[in-house]
């Protein structure tokens, strides 16, 4: 029976370490949030948001906007937070209403307030960085969950076969990056891939996040892996699952994460450790 890797738990520990080190800054960390509309899904991520920033003592506010914004009125309150200095962090919620271009917005964001890590300068500082490097100020999110949950448990990434299944900008990209950093050797799967199951029977660490209701199943597991679930997917009876078959695939793993309560709540906390170490450089307005 695997070890359960209790994301839960990791980030309340990593909030109430922040809290702590919050303490002894003479600027409180700010976070701001923009919603456009009113998606369900980011409305449950954005209250769980605002819980952290209030567990950990930080600033945060939320502009929740009407789905009929325009994308000139974004721009707009982007440039506004950008000089205000009790914020350190701005995420623009995703998706957004069709009519607005989502490129447009997150190029638009200041790059030193980017604590999601989605301006192409910031995806440029990961792609360029070399081991021994300087830690940077900010990785994105979800994949920085995954690596700090590897962290915690004790898993050894150097010279292991880490396989991705999934290819997106916001996990499978920049986690390859970051395994590669640590000296994995690392294999993307996607929709292409030709014999999907033997491909992650080679893998000591399987990370999925394709957004594929238990996708991955025991048979494609060798015993012994660390299996990292990322995705969450609604059944038609309401409950949530992963991208990975939890009860069977348990079985043969050595570690596993469960979703809900996984990756999830890892998110969070890496966004407010961002907005942390943001605050530590800007330090106070200029």
Same mark, same amino acid.
């Given at each position: 029976?695997?070890?359960?890797?209790?994301?839960?738990?990791?980030?309340?520990?990593?909030?109430?370490?922040?809290?702590?080190?919050?303490? %002894?800054?003479?600027?409180?960390?700010?976070?701001?949030?923009?919603?456009?509309?009113?998606?369900?899904?980011s409305?449950?991520?954005?209250?769980?948001?605002? %819980?952290?920033?209030?567990?950990?003592?930080?600033?945060?506010?939320?502009?929740?906007l009407?789905?009929?914004?325009?994308?000139?009125?974004?721009l707009?309150l982007?440039?506004?937070?950008?000089?205000?200095?009790?914020v350190?962090?701005?995420?623009?919620?995703?998706?957004?209403?069709?009519?607005?271009?989502?490129? %447009?917005?997150?190029?638009?964001?200041?790059?030193?307030?980017?604590?999601?890590?989605?301006?192409?300068?910031?995806?440029?500082?990961?792609?360029?960085?070399?081991?021994?490097?300087?830690?940077?100020?900010?990785?994105?999110?979800?994949?920085?969950?995954? =690596?700090?949950?590897?962290?915690?448990?004790?898993?050894?990434?150097?010279?292991?076969?880490?396989?991705?299944?999934?290819?997106?900008?916001?996990?499978?990209?920049?986690?390859?990056? =970051?395994?590669?950093?640590?000296?994995?050797?690392?294999?993307i799967?996607?929709s292409?891939?030709?014999?999907?199951?033997?491909?992650?029977?080679?893998?000591d660490?399987?990370?999925?996040?394709?957004?594929?209701?238990?996708?991955?199943?025991?048979?494609?597991?060798?015993?012994?892996?660390?299996?990292?679930?990322?995705?969450?997917?609604?059944?038609?009876?309401?409950?949530l699952?992963?991208?990975?078959?939890?009860?069977?695939?348990?079985?043969?793993?050595?570690?596993?994460?469960?979703?809900?309560?996984?990756?999830?709540?890892?998110?969070?906390?890496?966004?407010?450790?961002?907005?942390?170490?943001?605050?530590?450089?800007?330090?106070?307005?200029?």
């Amino acid at each position: 029976m695997a070890i359960l890797i209790d994301g839960k738990k990791i980030s309340t520990d990593i909030i109430n370490e922040m809290k702590v080190e919050c303490e %002894k800054l003479k600027v409180k960390p700010g976070l701001v949030v923009i919603v456009v509309g009113e998606d369900p899904a980011s409305a449950v991520y954005v209250r769980n948001k605002e %819980k952290a920033c209030d567990t950990a003592n930080f600033y945060h506010h939320t502009y929740r906007l009407p789905a009929s914004t325009t994308e000139e009125e974004i721009l707009l309150l982007l440039k506004e937070i950008e000089k205000d200095c009790k914020v350190h962090g701005v995420i623009v919620q995703l998706p957004l209403p069709k009519h607005i271009n989502e490129e %447009k917005i997150i190029n638009s964001i200041p790059v030193d307030k980017d604590v999601d890590c989605f301006h192409p300068f910031n995806v440029g500082k990961l792609l360029t960085k070399k081991k021994g490097d300087s830690p940077l100020l900010c990785a994105p999110c979800t994949p920085a969950g995954v =690596m700090e949950l590897l962290d915690r448990y004790g898993v050894d990434i150097a010279g292991k076969h880490a396989v991705i299944v999934g290819r997106s900008n916001i996990v499978g990209k920049p986690l390859s990056l =970051m395994l590669l950093n640590r000296d994995a050797t690392v294999t993307i799967c996607h929709s292409r891939t030709e014999d999907l199951a033997s491909v992650i029977r080679s893998a000591d660490i399987v990370v999925a996040a394709v957004g594929v209701p238990k996708l991955v199943r025991a048979d494609m597991i060798k015993d012994g892996t660390v299996v990292i679930d990322v995705g969450v997917n609604r059944l038609p009876d309401g409950k949530l699952c992963g991208d990975v078959d939890f009860e069977k695939v348990r079985e043969k793993a050595v570690a596993i994460t469960p979703v809900p309560g996984g990756v999830g709540p890892m998110t969070i906390a890496m966004l407010l450790r961002n907005t942390l170490s943001m605050a530590k450089r800007q330090n106070s307005c200029e």
